[in-house]
């Protein structure tokens, strides 16, 4: 066969230049493509696959460092290796271009044959060697798939054998459990699971090992299935017969120890094996064994043997764990049969002759039992209630949806929060009387469904002495309690006194205190806002910059640090004298706060309007202070272009007139209303809104003086709408008092 010849392209739109390549070339493993332009060669490499590239760089139309552009930006020729072939562009900065445009070398006429030659028959050998790689990587990939398929089928016919003996095996757990659930007694059902076993595995010995009365360790149950009766096999059935297996001696006494299902290759060689001698005797050699679990309990093993070594069988052995815990089911519920069927007259009798009401119910909720106490405490004949629907007979209508819901609940979750616990609750008497009652229920499990006990004590007279004896306790506790507060008031009373005028004092003192110290800080402000004032006059244009801006600070510090003792000194001034309320027209006062804010009003181009305002018991000047504080921080906040709008308004609640004063300013943020009611707190800066934050905790403490509260409710860039409440009150006289509240007005007036 002969070798496929390699693709050389040679570019020229010289029909010379063609010719001189082909003669340098020839060669007969070489096939050599002629393109006389660079879109010839483009058609030439989509249809052809080449090893390497001549290509002329001088061409009309399409130059060769054009075509090469392409045939790199192209995914699957940009790794053809081009040669650049030329008469005319051997300098430097061409050479260099070619290069950078992915050229592996730069040839100029004339060509030097040999040398041609050799490059490219370097870079045609590349390229069979690259050909040759991707082949052999081709067949390794095909191989490896080839592998892996074959593995893989493997895999699953290993997978399906292995499902198909768990299958198997699960069939085993369902063949046990239906003829051991068949079973009359407990003997029976384990006759019929050995037998399902030794039929399943065709190993010929099946035994049963029982847990003795004193649960220490095992002994025979006598109970096998063993090759019918081969006699080969009786010197290991005599010796197990007369075996005692402690925990953890031999395979019966590791599943004791253990509670799991476990695999013996050759007993005959296992050092903890007691009966080894007589099993080779028999001839047997694998083992398994498995336990019979009831609660937490391991109550028998099932022991099986085959002459044959046999590897373990893990997925046997978890079959088994599963048989194991089937039987002990099946031996808690024959033993419960067993038991009731044992005691049931003995039970009848005990029952018969409680103290106690008994009742039984089945999972229908229907009466089963009913002794004569509960004849008696609920007047119902045990020919009345046998059958009868027990929420029906003996429980309030009130309580039956819930006893019907719990019996559900038990019945799908096996969990009552109820049962097996002294619980108090209200019975009903055939004569419809509702009584209290204790109870105690408990559930028994029988047959796989359940029969509950009820025992029921009448707590009537129980009940009555309870009360009796609480009445007379709480009697004595509330004497004791009397006398002890009665005690602690007279003391309460004595202390209160003492520390009310120690309390009346010492506000007192604070008052005048803050009123002293007031003023005497102003006095040495004054003095230093009036020396620095000096100053600057003195030696205004003589400072530098730096020290005059210091001073101005000094004299800004100093007017602001007198604001604030000013407002301080008003705030500590509400509340200090006892004056008494008076009835007064809060129109009135709020028409005084408007004439000491009417430069501010006039200013800003303020629109204030008012509903009619009510007369109320209050202090006038406070009253005013609240109004102007109010209305002034609404000019102050206001939206930039746009004129303060300022309404307020009052409503009777009945016992509170409820006030609002609402502005279009710039609103409040919501975390912040419950701080603005604070002294010295601000939301702003000064240079901005001026102020010292003292307005609103004087507005605060005027409002609560007066028995009322105060709030804000804004929305930001929405204004806000300031609340406050006053007590309302019966001002029938109140025309009386004008002249009074006329020399109030012209006192608030002046401040």
């Known amino acids: 066969m002969h070798a496929k010849k390699i693709n050389i392209l040679l570019v020229d739109d010289r029909p010379d230049g063609l010719i001189t390549l082909e003669a340098i070339l020839r060669n007969p493993s070489y096939h050599l493509l002629r393109a006389t332009s660079g879109a010839e060669a483009l058609k030439f490499l989509l249809d052809h696959e080449v090893a390497v590239i001549l290509l002329d760089v001088q061409m009309p139309n399409m130059n060769g460092f054009e075509t090469a552009e392409i045939i790199r930006k192209n995914g699957t020729l940009k790794n053809i290796p081009i040669i650049f072939v030329t008469g005319i562009y051997g300098d430097p900065q061409s050479v260099f271009h070619g290069y950078e445009l992915g050229a592996i070398d730069f040839i100029t006429k004339p060509y030097d044959p040999n040398i041609l030659r050799s490059k490219v028959a370097v870079l045609c050998d590349l390229y069979q060697k690259t050909k040759e790689l991707e082949r052999l990587e081709i067949e390794r990939h095909e191989r490896l798939l080839t592998e892996t398929k074959h593995a893989l089928e493997e895999e699953f016919q290993s997978r399906e054998r292995q499902k198909e003996k768990e299958f198997s095996k699960l069939r085993l757990l369902h063949l046990v459990a239906e003829s051991a659930n068949k079973a009359i007694s407990i003997d029976d059902a384990f006759k019929e699971c050995l037998s399902e076993v ?94 019979v679990i009831v609660g937490d309990e391991v109550v028998a093993v099932l022991e099986f043997f085959s002459p044959k070594d046999g590897a373990p069988d893990p997925i046997l052995l978890e079959i088994m764990d599963h048989v194991g815990r089937y039987l002990g089911q099946l031996v808690q519920r024959k033993t419960i049969e067993q038991a009731l069927r044992t005691s049931e007259e003995r039970s009848r009798l005990v029952i018969e002759m409680a103290h106690s009401a008994f009742v039984g119910i089945n999972v229908e909720g229907q009466i089963t039992h009913w002794n004569p106490q509960a004849e008696k405490i609920f007047g119902w004949t045990k020919k009345d209630a046998i059958g009868k629907p027990m929420c029906e007979l003996i429980i309030p209508e009130k309580y039956r949806e819930a006893h019907k819901k719990g019996l559900a609940h038990f019945l799908a979750t096996g969990e009552g929060p109820v049962l097996n616990r002294r619980i108090e609750l209200t019975g009903l008497q055939r004569s419809g009387r509702e009584f209290p009652v204790e109870i105690t229920i408990s559930p028994v499990p029988i047959s796989g469904s359940f029969l509950f006990s009820a025992f029921i004590r009448d707590l009537t007279e129980t009940k009555k002495a309870e009360k009796e004896r609480e009445r007379l306790l709480q009697e004595e506790a509330a004497r004791l309690e009397a006398d002890r507060a009665r005690n602690q008031l007279q003391a309460l009373a004595s202390d209160l006194g003492h520390r009310t005028e120690e309390l009346t004092r010492s506000n007192q003192e604070l008052q005048q205190f803050a009123s002293v110290a007031s003023h005497d800080l102003k006095e040495p402000l004054r003095m230093v806002q009036a020396y620095v004032q000096l100053l600057q006059k003195t030696f205004a244009g003589k400072l530098d910059p730096k020290t005059e801006e210091y001073m101005a600070f000094i004299v800004e510090g100093a007017s602001r640090m007198k604001d604030l003792i000013n407002d301080l000194l008003k705030i500590s001034e509400v509340g200090r004298t006892a004056t008494s309320f008076v009835p007064l027209d809060c129109t009135s006062a709020l028409e005084s706060a408007l004439s000491n804010l009417q430069f501010s009003i006039k200013s800003g181009g303020a629109i204030i309007t008012h509903d009619e305002l009510p007369h109320i018991l209050g202090d006038l000047t406070q009253i005013i202070q609240l109004f102007q504080n109010l209305i002034g921080n609404a000019l102050k906040y206001k939206k930039e272009g746009e004129p303060p709008k300022v309404h307020i308004h009052a409503e009777d609640k009945g016992k509170e007139w409820v006030f609002s004063v609402r502005d279009n300013g710039i609103g409040i943020e919501p975390e912040y209303r419950e701080n603005i009611f604070v002294i010295f707190r601000r939301l702003h800066d000064r240079k901005k809104y001026p102020g010292t934050g003292v307005g609103l905790a004087i507005c605060k403490k005027i409002v609560e003086r007066h028995g009322g509260k105060i709030w804000v409710e804004s929305e930001p860039g929405k204004g806000s709408v300031f609340c406050f409440t006053l007590p309302s009150k019966n001002l029938a006289n109140a025309k009386s008092y004008s002249e009074p509240l006329d020399k109030d007005k012209e006192n608030a007036s002046s401040l």
């Open 198 to 291: 030794c039929r399943f595995t065709n190993w010929p010995i099946g035994h049963v090992y029982l847990r003795s009365n004193d649960k220490d360790d095992l002994v025979s149950s006598k109970i096998w299935c063993s090759g019918n009766d081969d006699p080969r096999f009786f010197p290991f059935r005599k010796s197990t017969e007369d075996t005692r297996l402690s925990r953890g001696v031999g395979l019966p006494g590791r599943v004791l120890e253990t509670k799991k299902a476990t695999w013996v290759v050759d007993v005959t060689k296992d050092p903890n094996f007691p009966r080894a001698d007589a099993a080779k005797a028999s001839e047997l050699r694998a083992a398994f064994a498995f336990p």
